[in-house]
């Protein structure tokens, strides 16, 4: 029976990626229906911490979108960009894993691909491998971010047994060695452009080689009158976060009870819920003193991002939370003996998983409990981290996409057997060095 259950959690999984958008969670509900319905299978809790810390995040960083906040991000970061174009395979992933780690969400890279693959291109340097390697770091900067919904699953999963600050100072120097090893493979991926067939093609166009060769200026468009502003609200607030996950005595205690969705049975505030109080304030603040407005906060693009992954978390972790139930003694018989002997295992069904949900919180909260059923050491669970950024694996997530259409020479590409794409050698490369750098890091300072 539980291969008949997997096969309906493949499916709807793999004809959700087809629908993209919102196409996941959808399909997710329809299964859980099918798992409910003709299963009598008993449902999961359905994953609402999860969805509202999206929900808050998202919309603080729209409203710092709508308040102009955002464009200065992204003028200082071409100025750094246009700097040194000779290091654009260097610079490209470092501003892009700060960016997302400064923000939680890797949406807000979408304004400074088309910035990497043009100086890229200007300097005639392949934009295969800045583009690529780039969208990897973002990546892998979600799970060391201390806003976003995949770092504050993790957290609420291993509460009372790790803080934030334990994740951050294990994630955060463990990424950035595995971006540092996907640079290394990127430097000379690929052909010159020079002696690449497909660019040459191109240049064989006269509009295309003049476009080429022409110089771009910088965008001199005024900033919005709070622009500044906005961005040192939403600093700051990312400061409070950071915080109070360090130093969890500044916050109330309200004496031992019944725990809830924001108060845990000691009394003290969940993380989760700090996440979620904080934003929403930066982005009133933001609102109030920053010259925005609610109604233009609901028409950023980054508003509507966060609203297609709140619906695509929804369907599909209320989905495998439920196979994972009903499934749990059958799964711990199967995998017990093997993970407990290599914990490291368990990293490589993060892998898999993650690469079929398209989404590093979905799969934190899907699976890593079961980690902790099979005891891992929650120690090992913060190393592993990083192993849910498997969403590159097949080239359907936006940013791929994203990079793939940015760029104009044809260097970046998806390969004739899908899965040979331009992202697959850099981010197999950038996770499995964060992972083994995990461990390390875990076992030195856990």
């Known amino acids: 029976m539980i291969w008949l259950e997997f096969a309906i959690l493949l499916a709807a999984i793999l004809v959700g990626a087809r629908m993209k958008g919102i196409g996941l969670g959808v399909m997710g509900m329809v299964a859980l229906a099918v798992y409910i319905f003709i299963f009598r299978m008993r449902p999961a809790d359905p994953p609402i911490d999860v969805m509202l810390i999206i929900l808050a995040v998202v919309t603080t960083a729209a409203t710092l979108q709508a308040a102009g ?207 979620e109080l904080v934003m929403l304030a930066a982005a009133a603040a933001i609102m109030l003193f920053c010259r925005t407005t609610a109604a233009a906060v609901a028409k950023a693009s980054l508003f509507n991002s966060g609203a297609q992954a709140v619906v695509s978390i929804f369907g599909v972790v209320w989905m495998s939370a439920t196979f994972m139930q009903t499934n749990t003694g059958i799964i711990e018989s199967t995998l017990g003996n093997m993970v ?40 090992h669970l913060v190393a592993m981290f990083p192993a849910v950024n498997g969403d590159f694996f097949l080239p359907g997530y936006p940013t791929l996409l994203a990079a793939i259409n940015f760029d104009r020479t044809g260097s970046t590409q998806i390969g004739k057997y899908l899965v040979n794409h331009s992202f697959m050698i850099p981010g197999i490369v950038s996770v499995a060095v964060s992972v083994a750098a995990g461990f390390f890091l875990a076992g030195i300072l856990l």
Request: hydrophobic fraction near 55%; include cysteine.
């Open 69 to 275: 906040g955002m464009d200065y991000l992204v003028r200082l970061a071409e100025k750094i960009l246009r700097s040194k174009p000779s290091l654009i395979v260097l610079l490209g992933p470092l501003v892009t894993y700060i960016f997302t780690l400064f923000a939680g969400t890797a949406h807000i890279t979408y304004s400074l691909l088309p910035i990497i693959a043009e100086v890229s291109t200007k300097k005639k340097i392949r934009p295969e491998r800045a583009l690529s390697i780039s969208v990897i770091s973002s990546h892998l900067a979600i799970t060391a971010s201390p806003i976003s919904a995949a770092t504050a699953a993790l957290l609420t999963i291993l509460s009372g047994k790790i803080e934030l600050l334990d994740i951050l100072r294990v994630c955060i120097p463990a990424t950035i060695i595995g971006t540092l090893a996907g640079v290394v493979v990127c430097w000379k991926k690929g052909k010159e452009l020079a002696k690449d067939p497909v660019f040459l093609e191109k240049m064989k166009d006269p509009d295309f080689a003049a476009s080429i060769e022409a110089d771009v200026q910088e965008s001199k468009a005024p900033l919005l009158p709070g622009a500044k502003a906005s961005v040192l609200i939403f600093g700051l607030a990312v400061l409070l976060i950071v915080l109070v996950g360090a130093f969890p005595n500044m916050l109330p205690s309200f004496g031992e009870g019944k725990s809830n969705m924001a108060v845990d049975t000691t009394g003290h505030i969940k993380m989760a819920a700090v996440i």
């Open 340 to 379: 407990r002997a290599a914990p490291w295992t368990f990293a490589i069904a993060l892998f898999i998983l993650s690469a079929l949900l398209f989404s590093q919180a979905a799969t934190t909260k899907a699976l890593m409990p079961l980690g902790l059923s099979l005891g891992i050491l929650p120690a």
